[in-house]
């Protein structure tokens, strides 16, 4: 479903990637880990095409982000680490409004089924200007979602919620993960632990490790990211 091959990306003289290869499957929740400054944010805003490598190719469901970029762009749910909401808009009316936008067919049913899916219901006649961060979370993966994308990219999707959001967000994950491929980025190995089968360490623009998360708890996990990123 992604397939990354040798992506580098140079401000000036500095690598923010420095040849970056691996795939994520259909099925497959993958967690991306990193200190800040890795490169986690700038590898999943080239996967969206929402800026282009120095080198290298990326292709998602089958398209290039070079030769088809609306069609990589129509086979992703995206949830980038700042949610942009429209934060005027009611919970319900924003949802219809980003169906709206993919071509979803029926979408006052499918922006319902996604207040469902996220547990946005007691809040959906809200504006989500009044909104705590967790449930402006759920917004944002709600819009993600309402496509039926093959593919999820997730940048700390689990920013702000409180312990019950948490379970309840990783199970909204989880389920989909099973039918699309999910790439998420988090500094929290908890959610790894939770959440993905394979987890992928970034450091300076380098991947320095890339493991099945069998047999792997976040303990583990953490003793490991230490030691590669010193």
Excluded: W
């Excluded at 449930?135 to 093959?150: E, K, N, S, T, W």
């Amino acid at each position: 479903m992604i397939k990354i091959q040798d992506i580098s990306k140079l401000y000036g003289e500095q690598h923010a990637l420095d040849h970056v290869s691996f795939s994520v499957s259909e099925g497959e929740i993958v967690g991306l880990l990193g200190p800040n400054g890795a490169g986690k944010s700038t590898l999943m805003k080239i996967i969206t095409c929402y800026i282009p490598p120095t080198e290298g190719e990326v292709t998602v469901a089958g398209h290039s982000i070079y030769d088809d970029s609306l069609a990589v762009r129509r086979a992703i749910g995206y949830l980038p680490e700042h949610n942009p909401l429209y934060l005027d808009m009611y919970v319900r009316e924003y949802l219809r409004f980003a169906a709206g936008l993919s071509g979803v067919k029926n979408r006052n049913q499918r922006a319902d089924e996604m207040i469902d899916l996220t547990g946005l219901g007691p809040e959906a006649g809200k504006r989500i200007g009044q909104l705590s961060k967790g449930y402006r979370q759920r917004v944002g993966l709600a819009q993600a979602l309402i496509h039926d994308p093959q593919v999820l990219i997730l940048d700390e999707p689990t920013t702000g919620l409180d312990p019950n959001q948490l379970e309840f967000i990783r199970g909204v994950i989880r389920e989909s993960g099973k039918k699309k491929a999910v790439l998420l980025s988090t500094h929290i190995m908890q959610e790894v632990e939770a959440m993905c089968s394979r987890a992928i360490i970034i450091d300076h623009g380098r991947i320095v490790a890339d493991e099945s998360m069998a047999g792997v708890n976040a303990k583990k996990l953490t003793e490991q990211f230490h030691k590669l990123t010193v």
